[in-house]
């Protein structure tokens, strides 16, 4: 019987790596406050000339995250970009003029709107749906949107997730995120395009800024990722092609209490095919 690997510190991973591809709520804040030695770390890789990028299934713009992370006391000289799969969703609204959008989620998202000529009409006048979570993710979940489900089905409405997070962390707490309306559409039936972890495209882009700062190409064997999530962060990066640390501190937090090593059976039963390597919290 073989045990997973445990790390204690981020820069015993670090030997070949060029970029790093963390992963945000849950890695460097959990949605209330930021965590120092997650922030220390990513910058010290960093200054050791390394290209952080913050790959987040945040549903705003990139720079609406950064003000996030500023309250948070999130410095920004830890990471070198941020690509959102709010940026994502804004080009298809882009690439789609014209066309009348029926908006659900909270009034906090508004800025994914920012700039774009985007016609927001009542659900039974849309020619499309973007979620960006419940109205109220305090309270509800996917459950609350069946019946609202159940009618953009007859319309035969396409459903763009601008997270395909099922639950995040907020403080102590989970709640419900876009995705978990996503995937209750996709099982009624629905047409759904998701943006974001562990879907390609957020992928693609955050390597593709990777390059531009970088000035060439990286090899996907000298990138890391770091994220918190089995669903999004392993499933995205493993699909891609790219090694990732997970952080058990976050929404798993509770399949690891108590956990120092992993037997094979129990890693199978949580991870299928298992991370790099695990790390209660990122530090240097």
């Known amino acids: 019987m073989t045990t997973l690997r445990f790390v204690d510190h981020l820069h015993e991973l670090m030997g070949s790596v060029d970029v790093v591809l963390s992963d945000i709520w849950g890695v460097v804040h959990n949605g209330l406050e930021s965590f120092p030695e997650a922030c220390d770390a990513l910058r010290t890789a960093r200054n050791e000339g390394r290209t952080v990028v913050l790959i987040t299934n945040a549903p705003r713009p990139a720079d609406s995250v950064q003000r996030q992370l500023r309250k948070l006391h999130v410095p920004d000289d830890c990471y070198d970009a941020i690509v959102s799969s709010g940026d994502l969703t804004r080009a298809y609204v882009a690439e789609h003029p014209g066309q009348s959008v029926f908006w659900l989620g909270p009034d906090r998202d508004n800025s994914i709107y920012r700039g774009l000529d985007a016609v927001?009409?009542?659900l039974d006048q849309a020619d499309y749906i973007i979620c960006t979570g419940p109205f109220d993710d305090e309270t509800e979940s996917a459950e609350d949107y069946r019946e609202m489900m159940g009618e953009a089905l007859q319309?035969?409405?396409r459903l763009i997730c601008a997270n395909p997070d099922i639950v995040v962390e907020r403080g102590d707490r989970l709640i419900y995120c876009a995705g978990a309306i996503a995937e209750l559409y996709r099982e009624?039936?629905?047409?759904v395009i998701f943006?974001?972890?562990?879907?390609?495209?957020?992928?693609?882009?955050a390597m593709a800024i990777a390059?531009?700062?970088?000035?060439?190409?990286?090899?996907?064997?000298?990138?890391?990722?770091i994220g918190d999530s089995v669903r999004t962060d392993l499933a995205g990066a493993q699909s891609y092609g790219i090694d990732l640390l997970f952080v058990?501190?976050?929404?798993?937090?509770?399949?690891?209490?108590?956990?120092d090593?992993?037997?094979t059976d129990a890693v199978s039963e949580l991870f299928g095919h298992p991370p790099l390597a695990l790390t209660?919290?990122?530090r240097w």
């Open 120 to 122: 927001l009409t009542p």
């Open 155 to 157: 319309r035969k409405l």
């Open 188 to 191: 009624l039936g629905g047409d």
């Open 195 to 205: 943006y974001g972890k562990p879907h390609r495209p957020i992928y693609d882009r």
């Open 211 to 225: 390059r531009e700062l970088r000035n060439a190409e990286t090899p996907l064997q000298r990138v890391l990722a």
């Open 248 to 259: 058990t501190r976050g929404i798993h937090s509770d399949a690891f209490e108590g956990i």
């Open 261 to 263: 090593r992993l037997d």
């Open 280 to 282: 209660r919290e990122l």
